[in-house]
């Protein structure tokens, strides 16, 4: 598996602040409490990676999108920012440090960053699900990434 980061871009959409960070803060206690699933119109999990710089671990809510083979899709959109969001960067740093909480379980991944036609074929089925995506993808010029989560064995 690899995980080659794209680059930022060079205009996007303002990177969420504090107000966010509070947000999330909530939004992760409720996916926890809840057990997972959907959280108002999306499926979303509570991401655990590994700080690239500190090493001490740093939760994120991020919405999923089934992949194949009980896989999980995530997208680094940072609501359209220029730069990539910071669990982004810790993944890619430490792609076999990954933990996910949803549907009332941890679960430990690795994380593989999709490039070409594998790329794009998942990017179509996320903007079918979600057409915000699309929005996010057009107020940047960096290519969102997007992420398959596995489960790791063991």
Do not use: C
């Amino acid at each position: 598996m690899s995980f080659k980061p794209t680059a930022t871009g060079t205009y996007g959409a303002r990177r969420p602040g504090a107000m966010v960070r509070m947000v999330n803060k909530f939004t992760m206690r409720t996916i926890v409490r809840n057990g997972g699933g959907r959280l108002g119109r999306v499926d979303a999990l509570v991401l655990t990676t590994v700080g690239r710089k500190s090493g001490e671990p740093r939760k994120s809510p991020v919405a999923w999108f089934p992949g194949e083979d009980d896989t999980w899709l995530i997208v680094a959109s940072a609501n359209g920012a220029a730069r990539h969001p910071a669990w982004y960067l810790n993944l890619a740093a430490r792609p076999d440090e990954a933990t996910i909480e949803s549907g009332g379980r941890t679960t430990e991944v690795t994380a593989e960053q999709l490039h070409g036609e594998e790329r794009e074929a998942a990017w179509r089925r996320i903007v079918a699900a979600q057409a915000q995506y699309a929005r996010y993808a057009s107020r940047t010029d960096r290519e969102l990434p997007v992420i398959r989560l596995t489960p790791r064995s063991g």
